[in-house]
């Protein structure tokens, strides 16, 4: 079993709504989360970095919240845009080792109709 | 932008063939790293580098073999292609700061594709 889960699998919006992605993890012990953006195609770019001491962060129009007691992560996208139509990955990263152990999530297909 | 290049983007050939995937960074970084993805699947880390002379196997199994001769430098070789290869294979790097805080720098992809 992942230790990262990643809903909905899918999901499509229209061009101006908002949505939100959920993460749930059970990795332990934790260092942080990441959310990458990953257009079809193309290779992953990092969105934002939520530590253990965070629980709300914004990058423009995406906003990630983290409960580190319930282990859930959500990125939330206001006013979408035709762009914002790709695979977002919750990636979460252990503490401990010098590679800091990395668990990816299977992503989030999200598709913004015009 | 994150200076990460593979080459070639796409590539289809047939079953036995000998194949490397490039892989160049001009970021100065240490890390390097080679992810598998199929569709609707996550990445799956099958070979990292910490520096030159440096390379270690992922958490999956793969019969691809890497090479860390430059530090800018990690390119990935199948000696015999099979259909199963199939895939997209993804070249990332990290400083060590980066690394510390989760963030890779991931190229563009490889899509392999196997007849």
């Known amino acids: 079993k992942n230790q990262v889960e990643q809903s909905p699998q899918s999901l499509i919006i229209l061009e101006g709504k908002n949505c939100t992605l959920q993460c749930n993890y059970t990795v332990s012990p934790f260092s942080n989360l990441r959310w990458y953006k990953q257009d079809t195609g193309r290779g992953p770019v990092s969105l934002t970095i939520?530590?253990?001491?965070?629980n709300t962060k914004s990058n423009g129009r995406y906003t990630a919240t983290l409960d580190a007691d319930t282990k859930q992560s959500s990125l939330h996208i206001t006013a979408s845009q035709l762009s914002d139509s790709a695979s977002y990955i919750c990636?979460?990263?252990?503490?401990?080792?010098?590679?800091?152990?990395?668990?990816f999530g299977r992503g989030t297909q999200l598709t913004v109709w015009p | 932008e994150a200076d990460i290049y593979q080459t070639p983007r796409y590539l289809v050939i047939g079953t036995g063939k000998k194949i490397t995937l490039e892989c160049s960074q001009t970021?100065?970084?240490?890390?390097m790293y080679w992810y598998q993805q199929d569709p609707g699947m996550e990445l799956h880390l099958i070979h990292y580098?910490?520096?030159?002379?440096?390379?270690e196997k992922g958490d999956l199994s793969s019969e691809s073999t890497v090479s860390r001769i430059r530090t800018e430098h990690f390119p990935l070789t199948l000696e015999s292609a099979r259909p199963s290869h199939t895939s997209q294979y993804i070249c990332?790097?990290?400083?060590?700061?980066?690394?510390?805080?989760?963030?890779?720098?991931f190229g563009e992809g490889s899509r392999l594709t196997v007849l």
């Open positions: 990332a790097s990290s400083s060590v700061e980066s690394a510390n805080t989760g963030e890779l720098f």
């Open positions: 990636v979460v990263s252990d503490r401990g080792s010098t590679l800091g152990r990395l668990y």
């Open positions: 939520m530590t253990f001491s965070e």
């Open positions: 580098s910490y520096g030159v002379n440096s390379t």
């Open positions: 970021m100065g970084h240490d890390k």
